[in-house]
């Protein structure tokens, strides 16, 4: 985790396995957050709370989080107010594992939740088999 000069926070994902630090090192930088990582083929049910903004918004440019690529996250954190909350969702597939041509390799999701955050409660991914594209 990083602060660009203009604000911004630059998340780069190297591994899932510690969500508890991935979401202290973003309170330093006064982004409160709900970091949840998830087996492969599992998700959150949701919705977790009052969503203020969705994955799909927060995909557009001036937004408060860009779509990761490269395993990189941009989050503007003058885009989130005192009473919201990112909640951050990932699942990957272990490495071990070969997934076929096609196939998800690992899964985000992002949102934007005014006041409380429900806890995550796993449930089948119904599309974590399914071809991409």
Do not use: H
């Not at 709900?34 to 001036?62: F, N, S």
């Not at 006041?115 to 974590?128: H, N, S, T």
């Amino acid at each position: 985790v990083s602060e660009d000069a203009d604000g911004t926070i630059v998340v780069t994902i190297a591994e899932l396995r510690d969500a508890d630090q991935l979401e202290r090192d973003l309170a330093e930088l006064g982004v409160r957050a709900d970091v949840t990582y998830a087996p492969a083929g599992k998700r959150c049910d949701g919705p977790r709370g009052d969503i203020v903004a969705d994955r799909t918004a927060l995909r557009e440019p001036g937004t408060s989080l860009s779509y990761p690529k490269g395993g990189k996250l941009t989050i503007d954190p003058a885009r989130i107010g005192a009473d919201q909350t990112l909640v951050m969702e990932f699942s990957e597939r272990d490495p071990a594992e070969s997934a076929e041509d096609g196939m998800t390799v690992w899964r985000y999701g992002g949102l934007i939740v005014r006041g409380e955050v429900r806890p995550c409660a796993l449930v089948d991914d119904e599309f974590w088999n399914k071809p991409i594209g």
